[in-house]
């Protein structure tokens, strides 16, 4: 796996290298598996007291997707690299990964499906199990959308079904409606108190005050709401605190060529301050973003092949790139599927392709 070094522009020299890095680190015959379905960056979790990295992995050697009734597990790695070890087996295709904060439990969504009864569009349940492996349970007895969250104490597990959002009440089992919205294949994430549900969707971003059941659209680029025609989709947003940040496209004009580029800014939602994150190269997605948003992960499609004419074969790279200095830190192959920072802040873990790279932090 090539791995090239970037110099940070500080005063002395730093470097992210091939020698740093412990990445990649998964076992011969496992390949890093990741939903693609709007759960980017939740297929990757730490461990609560950030010795371990969990990820869905799938037996190497099959295409590159997950079929229904494949056999897919979360797996888990030392972050000093090695100790590999199953924590679950299931049938289908995993989605999210949630540590409980005691350390004690997985929680995990996951298709609900065999193989005589494939499906694009399987039905999901929701799992727990012993951080240790063990017996996996069902934590809410029914079919459930994909994506789901937990709360910072652990205590409660937000979830939808059929367009209704839920919580659980992970001590006793029991449930409780919340209104008439849903989680769907997006991402949410509990407020630090925790008495709001931030859900990203598609093209939207909503927030749900659990206490009173109502939600607040703070960021909307669905068309025919569109008040700001530069706005693009969101990709990823984070708790500063109280202050809820989004990070997401706006459009500008390409000052190389013409055209337009779609270029990452972050918004504070209660201020409306949008700020500049960094003018990406054509042709760039932003994949990842770490919790304190100091490092974005991104892919580019680059030339490997080409005739005198025209390029033959194109491969994805991904980089990590440094917001405050401005500059890439990290390089290697593979589409960018996860960025997350340790709870400790000393080490990422970077989903790229079908490897997971675990790095020093910049």
Known sequence: MPCKRFPLVLLIPVFVSCSDA??????DDVCLWHPGI???GVSLAWSADGSSVLYFGYPCGKSRSVLPGDSTQIWAINRTGGGHRVVASFAGRGAAIRVHPDGQEVFFSAEVTTQTEPSPQAP????RVPFTGGRTEDVVGQLVDPGFALSPDGKQLAFSRRDTLYLLDTRDGTTSSVGAFGIDRGRSEFSPDPSQLVILTHALVEVVDISIGTVHRVYDVTWGNVVDSTLGLPIAFRWDGSALR???YREIDDPHRAGTLDVPFELDVETGNDRWIWNVPHGTRVKGWTEDGALLAFSKLVCVESTPSYCTRQESMT???????????????????GLTASPDGALIALGAGKDLHILPRP
């Open 124 to 127: 999901y349940a929701i799992f």
């Open 38 to 40: 709007g759960l980017a």
């Open 319 to 337: 980089h990590i790139f440094h917001v405050a200095t401005q500059s890439t830190v990290y390089e290697t192959v593979g589409d960018a599927v």
């Open 22 to 27: 412990l990445g990649p680190q998964l076992p």
């Open 246 to 248: 989004i990070l997401h």
